[in-house]
């Protein structure tokens, strides 16, 4: 297959948030006869023109870049690996960040849901599960799923599935990531079943995720926390997931294991 132009990755993502040529041009503040000629490779756009297009379609940091080589640019947005010394801040951040969430279970993941670092909170979800599912890279939607992960721990597991697969579809949507897209498929595999999330209770506006440990029925609510104007692809694609107590009984079981019962 040829490469694809800039203006086939522009149509693409066009069509990926369904928008009309004209519907685009519109929101751009441009004519439909130069977004026409941009995706038809007739007309050789600017490197600011495909950055203003990128944002009115919110492409993703990454994606931008992939468009900007196609039309003969640098990348604007560096990609650095998270372990470099660059981004060794970011990495410190992160860790204070999981540390201070303590002892709520919490962990780091990135655009693929790869587990980069967790607090030790994280070990309540870990007791019993299949070895071969803590070797890196861990992702934390097959630890969570898996038959012999966390699944077998959950109490409305296909309720929790269909919140978690509602989710990745949706960043599946927003990225267009053909890796996520096979691991949704690997996820939607595992037995378990599939609930539309829908609100579990009426007085409930969030999934709980409902947990059975060590003799202990335990609720959890699922907090994500993103870094703000992210100035690189990594720092873009890195996500904090926190599990904080939905009941009192929860609350308590966490802070026993932080400090013992009360004598």
Do not use: C, K
Request: glycine content about 6%; overall charge negative; hydrophobic content about 45%.
């Amino acid at each position: 297959m040829a490469t694809p132009t800039a203006g086939d990755l522009l149509r693409q993502w066009r069509t990926t948030r369904r928008l009309s040529q004209l519907e685009l041009a519109g929101r751009a503040d441009t004519s439909t006869r130069h977004l026409s000629f941009i995706e038809t490779g007739r007309a050789t756009p600017s490197r600011q023109m495909l950055l203003h297009l990128s944002d009115e379609l919110d492409i993703p940091l990454r994606e931008r870049n992939r468009m900007l080589l196609a039309a003969g640019y640098a990348p604007v947005y560096a990609e650095p690996e998270l372990d470099t010394p660059a981004m060794r801040p970011v990495r410190d951040a992160l860790r204070q960040i999981l540390t201070g969430l303590e002892p709520h279970p919490a962990l780091a993941i990135d655009a693929a849901w790869t587990m980069v670092d967790a607090n030790a909170g994280i070990a309540l979800f870990l007791d019993g599960v299949d070895p071969a599912l803590l070797r890196p890279p861990v992702n934390a939607l097959r630890l969570t799923l898996h038959p012999d992960g966390l699944a077998d721990h959950i109490l409305n597991l296909a309720q929790w599935r269909g919140h978690l697969f509602e989710r990745l579809q949706r960043q599946i949507d927003v990225t267009g990531s053909p890796d996520l897209a096979a691991l949704l498929s690997e996820l939607r595999a595992y037995p378990g079943g599939e609930d539309a999330p829908g609100l579990p209770e009426p007085d409930q506006a969030v999934v709980p995720l409902r947990l059975r440990l060590d003799g202990h029925d335990l609720a959890f609510l699922s907090v994500t926390t993103v870094f703000g104007t992210p100035m690189n692809v990594t720092v873009a694609e890195l996500a904090i997931e926190a599990f904080l107590p939905a009941d009192t009984a929860t609350a308590t079981l966490l802070r026993d294991r932080l400090t013992g019962p009360p004598s």
